[in-house]
């Protein structure tokens, strides 16, 4: 009985969050909760996603991650930061892969995963939805401000 | 070919006028194109820009230095761009160390930020091959131009030769050719039915016949004035009378060849005048020019025969001259002169006068002619002496052998009488056998010599050569003086009369005294008293 009733919750849950369109009120970047970055400026954000730099202001080493399987999430996260969509981000990517020195954020399987990821790593960030913060995390950056 | 010839114009001013044309063209055409070509090099380096601008814009965004070297690279392969750099984030890249001249700019824009300028690009383009290029292709296109503006030409030369020159010239040559009344017309030149020049033509055509028409009708009037003038000209050339138009000077303004005739015959050249009523002409010109007066004064046609002044004096020519004066209708004044010659009818006159005076027979006055010859010598009052001489034994030859014998005794006569008399002396036969003499200004002794002389001539025996005889007459002869005997004509012949019966009676008693005078005769008969 209660195996039923989690797995209706989970399925409520799921069913939610499949349900529950993304938008940039409440998509927020967040870094493990020991992570000293307090915030961080649009710019800032940018350059560790777009690849320019890959650590912190403060020095430390930064790992952005990606959301794969919602591209829905990924997409309203580019668009609402470089104003691009996908393929023109995946261009970039293609043209400056080359280089060898600028690398494309880690793809993670999804929200979960990430919020998994930023728990157990103190480098690094990543996009979620307002909904699905931990107490493991804290937000450094946010999009309906 | 004509200098001014409308062919020869039309290609000075189309071959000038499309250089002109065309030069001027030609260099506003290369400017143009420079200045487009330099237009467009901006914008090919414009769109080249845009091709590398998002490469650039990552390069500078990452500080991607190679990145940047590849596309500085990549711009300079192209022909228009002599040299191109790139900085951002105090870094600088470029391919030669030559700084750059008037470079375009372009600012770099963050790829993720639109308003945020993250670098510089500088592109300097080749304007040394830009204006090249823009100048061969301008010269390309002059050429192009030069050519069409010499195709146009020759074209539009050929055009208006084969369209209007040429139609123009023929036609112009056409009209030079054409004489109205010849009946010849222009030709409508092919494919002008319907222009202007088809137009013309047809006009002048109509100006041709109309003008031919005029012509006509003029030819035909002076035709008829020619046929009236000869017929006029006929009438005054053919009169056999001399016509002269002349002024009251004198001057002759026109004459026909009968006047001519006459003054050949006067052997006198032609002259522009012969005085006022030819008056050189006549012989006695005052006669002429009274006569003219009175006439005139009396408004009437003057007329009179005159004697014309001829060479040798002899030669009588006589002339009915006709005067007309002629008021024209510019009021001036003219004479028609006309001269009949009249000498035939005074010489037949003159011989009629003669034959009336003449004894036929023996070519000497008879009575008549004496008679006006003594009225003559009476009236100019000249002393002579009137001798009668009767013949004696002139019945007697008549009656025996005939009246040719007769006649041939009276011719004897009359040839003694001729060659005895004096010349101021007259002779004539009075009738029958009987002569008479007038001998002028002779007293009795010469008389008396004379008249012996006669009859001795006459008494002479004469051969009859019909006959083969000789016979022998005589003479019983009286005379009266005038004025010494009488003044009148009867009595002064009576007188004569009376002497020569004197004498007759003693023709066979005392044939010496065959000549007696009046004045003895009174004497006698105062004897017998």
Excluded at chain 2, 420 to 433: N, S, V, Y
Aim: aromatic share 8%; with cysteine.
């Amino acid at each position: 009985m209660v195996g039923c009733t989690l797995l209706k919750s989970l399925l409520l849950v799921s069913s939610l969050g499949a349900v529950s369109t993304p938008d940039a009120s409440n998509l927020v970047v967040v870094v493990n909760k020991n992570n000293p970055t307090a915030e961080l400026s649009r710019t800032q954000l940018i350059d560790l996603y777009m690849g320019k730099y890959v650590a912190f202001p403060d020095g430390r080493k930064a790992q952005p991650l990606d959301i794969d399987n919602n591209h829905k999430l990924k997409e309203v996260f580019y668009k609402e930061l470089v104003g691009m969509p996908l393929n023109r981000v995946n261009a970039y990517w293609s043209r400056v892969k080359f280089t060898g020195r600028v690398r494309p954020p880690v793809q993670e399987q999804d929200e979960q995963a990430v919020l998994q990821v930023v728990a157990t790593s103190n480098s690094a960030i990543a996009y979620i939805q307002a909904d699905n913060i931990t107490d493991d995390v804290k937000v450094v950056y946010r999009f309906n401000e | 070919m004509n200098k001014s010839g409308l062919l020869v114009r039309l290609a000075v001013v189309i071959g000038f006028a499309s250089i002109a044309i065309g030069l001027l063209s030609t260099q506003l055409f290369y400017r143009l194109t420079v200045n487009k070509e330099i237009g467009f090099a901006h914008q090919s380096i414009d769109s080249l820009y845009k091709t590398v601008e998002a490469t650039a814009a990552t390069a500078a965004y990452l500080a991607e230095k190679d990145l940047a070297q590849e596309v500085i690279d990549g711009l300079i392969t192209n022909d228009i761009v002599l040299n191109a750099s790139m900085s951002f984030e105090e870094t600088v890249v470029r391919t030669h160390e030559q700084p750059l001249n008037n470079p375009i700019a372009f600012p770099i824009k963050s790829l993720f930020e639109p308003n945020k300028t993250i670098g510089q690009l500088l592109i300097e383009p080749n304007v040394e091959f830009i204006e090249l290029r823009a100048s061969q292709l301008a010269t390309e296109n002059s050429n192009a131009m030069v050519l069409q503006a010499l195709v146009v030409t020759i074209v539009s030369i050929f055009v208006a030769f084969f369209l209007i020159t040429r139609p123009i010239i023929a036609i112009a040559k056409a009209l030079h050719h054409t004489r109205p009344g010849e009946g010849k017309r222009l030709m409508v030149p092919e494919f002008h039915d319907g222009s202007e020049l088809g137009l013309l033509v047809r006009d002048v055509n109509e100006l041709l016949d109309k003008t031919e028409s005029q012509f006509n009708q003029e030819r035909k009037l002076r035709e008829e004035i020619e046929a009236l003038e000869k017929r006029f000209r006929m009438l005054f050339e053919n009169s056999l009378s001399p016509i002269i138009l002349m002024e009251p000077g004198g001057n002759i303004l026109l004459f026909n060849s009968a006047f001519e005739k006459v003054l050949n015959k006067l052997d006198l050249q032609l002259r522009k005048s012969f005085g006022p009523l030819l008056k050189d002409l006549f012989d006695d010109p005052d006669s002429l020019s009274r006569v003219v007066e009175v006439a005139f004064a009396n408004e009437e046609i003057a007329t009179g025969e005159f004697k014309l002044k001829t060479e040798d004096g002899n030669q009588h020519f006589w002339v009915q001259v006709v005067v007309t004066a002629i008021i024209s209708e510019d009021m001036r004044e003219y004479y028609q002169v006309t001269l009949h010659d009249i000498s035939k009818r005074k010489r037949e006159l003159d011989d009629l006068a003669y034959q009336a005076d003449f004894d036929k027979l023996t070519k000497m006055l008879n009575r008549q002619g004496l008679e006006k010859q003594l009225t003559t010598l009476m009236t100019t009052q000249s002393r002579f002496m009137l001798v009668l001489l009767d013949l004696n034994w002139f019945k007697q030859v008549n009656d025996i052998y005939g009246h040719k014998a007769g006649d041939e005794i009276l011719i004897f006569v009359a040839d003694r009488i001729k060659k005895t008399l004096r010349p101021e002396d007259f002779g004539g036969r009075w009738g029958g056998d009987e002569f008479v003499l007038l001998l002028s200004q002779a007293d009795q002794s010469e008389t008396r010599e004379i008249v012996t002389r006669l009859v001795n001539r006459i008494s002479k025996p004469f051969y009859l050569r019909n006959f083969e005889q000789n016979v022998t007459i005589g003479a019983s002869v009286g005379a009266a003086s005038y004025p010494d005997d009488s003044l009148d004509l009867q009595t002064l012949l009576h007188l004569a009369d009376k002497a020569m019966y004197q004498s007759k009676k003693l023709k066979e008693t005392q044939p010496e005294h065959f000549l007696h005078f009046s004045e003895e005769t009174q004497q006698v008969q105062v004897n017998h008293v």
